[in-house]
């Protein structure tokens, strides 16, 4: 049973940064994609950024390049998220996903999801 768990979530002012973490278990990741969604009140849940366990190549939604980067602890089997330059448009639940097949910007697409971890940015 895959179980991934976030964490690092929390109160921020804009402008700050924040780092999140997805600690993965139950599964044999070596070859699996991993990913970070987010999801605002009344909103979809939008792709955010992915990266691959065997060669670390990562995917970035366009409009978050540059403040966001993922990356990843092969031995701890553990998924980073760091962001920087927060904007209230940030606030949003956040969601580590994980999939076998490989990295799509659909949700619909991923396999196992993460409870979610509150990332409030205030103004």
């Known amino acids: 049973q895959v179980q991934l768990v976030e964490s690092g979530g929390g109160l921020v002012q804009a402008g700050g940064s924040l780092r999140l973490s997805c600690a993965a278990s139950?599964?044999?990741?070596?070859?699996?994609?991993m990913g970070w969604f987010r999801q605002a009140p009344g909103k979809e849940r939008e792709f955010v950024a992915a990266?691959?366990?065997?060669?670390?190549?990562?995917y970035y939604a366009d409009s978050l390049k540059g403040r966001f980067t993922i990356s990843k602890d092969n031995a701890k089997n553990t998924v980073y998220l760091q962001m920087n330059s927060l904007k209230p448009e940030d606030t949003a639940v956040y969601y580590c996903?994980?999939?076998?097949?490989?990295?799509?910007?659909?949700?619909?697409?991923?396999?196992?999801w993460g409870q979610g971890t509150q990332v409030t940015v205030s103004s």
């Open positions: 990266i691959r366990w065997i060669n670390s190549i990562t």
């Open positions: 139950g599964g044999t990741f070596s070859r699996y994609a």
């Open positions: 996903a994980a999939d076998r097949s490989g990295v799509s910007r659909s949700s619909l697409s991923w396999d196992y």
